[in-house]
């Protein structure tokens, strides 16, 4: 398996333009997770999302951030406008929910490789 | 609002020591805490604890949880430069709607491993 696939790895964009961050789970995982990480507040959980559908998406922090989950096998985090404090390193997660309904199986939580997102 | 706090934030040995790295915690209707270990990259997952008192191992790596006292220790025994990382605690608990568990992470131990 390939394991979590996110593109691109690295974006640089100017102040006011869109992002669109993309993640493919791992084939068969039907929790994903999409978090931020920056030197000031560490590792953030924004949003995940069980069996396509978003459980929770209090971290999401202002209404400029959006994700959605079209299918099984995509996912995408957009920011809209975006603005230099959103500059991080974006992670999207998968995991098995062998719990039901909404709770995540944490332990079996794997990490793609991130986006490094520059807002100039 | 859940809190995970690690300490120190950063730390410095020699390889051979044994080095201890804390977590503490408040969090609603806890149910698990994770230590992950961050190289370069994506966060990779050490331990899951969900009882006190009960040790987890994984070769020179060892964890264990105290729900009374609200924290956890992460031990390293007979470090070496491929230790050198960051290591995050992340507590599970109940969101502020009560109905999903989710994960709330401190903001690390930057643990360097000099020859």
């Known amino acids: 398996d390939a394991g979590v696939i996110q593109s691109p790895r690295h974006e640089v964009t100017e102040m006011g333009q869109e992002v669109t961050l993309r993640c493919k789970p791992i084939s068969g995982h039907n929790s994903l997770f999409w978090y931020r990480q920056t030197m000031m507040r560490g590792l953030e959980l924004l949003i995940y999302f069980n069996n396509n559908v978003p459980i929770d998406d209090s971290g999401m922090p202002e209404d400029r951030f959006s994700a959605k989950m079209p299918n099984a096998s995509f996912s995408t985090l957009k920011i809209q406008p975006s603005e230099p404090r959103d500059s991080a390193v974006y992670f999207c997660?998968?995991?098995?929910?062998?719990?039901?309904?909404?709770?995540?199986?944490?332990?079996?939580?794997?990490f793609g490789p991130g986006t490094r997102l520059t807002v100039l | 609002e859940d809190k995970v706090v690690q300490s120190p934030l950063s730390l410095v040995v020699h390889e051979g020591d044994t080095v201890t790295l804390n977590c503490s915690y408040e969090?609603?209707?806890?149910?698990?805490l994770l230590w992950y270990k961050q190289e370069k990259k994506a966060p990779t997952f050490l331990f899951m604890l969900t009882s006190s008192g009960i040790e987890k191992k994984s070769g020179r790596l060892s964890s264990i949880l105290d729900k009374k006292e609200l924290f956890s220790i992460l031990n390293i025994t007979a470090t070496q430069t491929g230790d050198s990382a960051v290591y995050l605690c992340a507590v599970e608990g109940l969101n502020s709607g009560g109905s999903n568990y989710k994960l709330t992470f401190g903001k690390g131990t930057l643990l360097t491993v000099n020859p």
């Open positions: 997660a998968s995991s098995p929910s062998p719990y039901g309904g909404g709770s995540p199986s944490y332990n079996e939580q794997f």
């Open positions: 969090v609603t209707n806890f149910r698990s």
